[in-house]
């Protein structure tokens, strides 16, 4: 049974860190791309970051890009996403997605085959 887990979310106050966790089974994490998205309320689901599963190839959001990394670890089957100098706007819920095909447009919900149950991510100011 494929299936991706999100943990590592929680209540940070701004200017932390978060570090939160895609763990996959059902499949060999190294054959798919994966992404981070994240939806706050009210909001449409936005892409934060990307990695593929080819050369490591990665892609963030402008609003992540340079306080943020996307580690994946083929050996425990785990894809990360670290985010530093958090800010309240960063609050949303954090959805992982993994596809197997190419996507024109990593940032763009459609298209990847699966996805995580999502883990909540507070920031206070």
């Known amino acids: 049974q494929v299936q991706l887990v999100e943990s590592g979310g929680g209540l940070v106050q701004a200017g932390g860190s978060l570090r939160l966790s895609c763990s996959a089974s059902?499949?060999?994490?190294?054959?798919?791309?994966f992404a981070w998205f994240r939806q706050a309320p009210g909001k449409e689901r936005e892409g934060v970051s990307y990695?593929?599963?080819?050369?490591?190839?990665?892609d963030y959001a402008d609003s992540v890009r340079g306080r943020s990394t996307i580690p994946r670890d083929n050996v425990k089957n785990t894809v990360y996403l670290q985010i530093n100098s958090l800010k309240p706007e960063d609050t949303a819920v954090y959805y992982c997605?993994?596809?197997?095909?190419?996507?024109?447009?990593?940032?763009?919900?459609?298209?990847?085959?699966?996805w995580g149950q999502g883990t909540q991510v507070t920031v206070s100011s």
């Open positions: 997605a993994a596809v197997w095909g190419n996507l024109h447009d990593w940032g763009i919900p459609d298209g990847y085959d699966y």
């Open positions: 990695i593929s599963k080819t050369d490591d190839n990665t």
């Open positions: 059902g499949f060999t994490l190294d054959e798919y791309d």
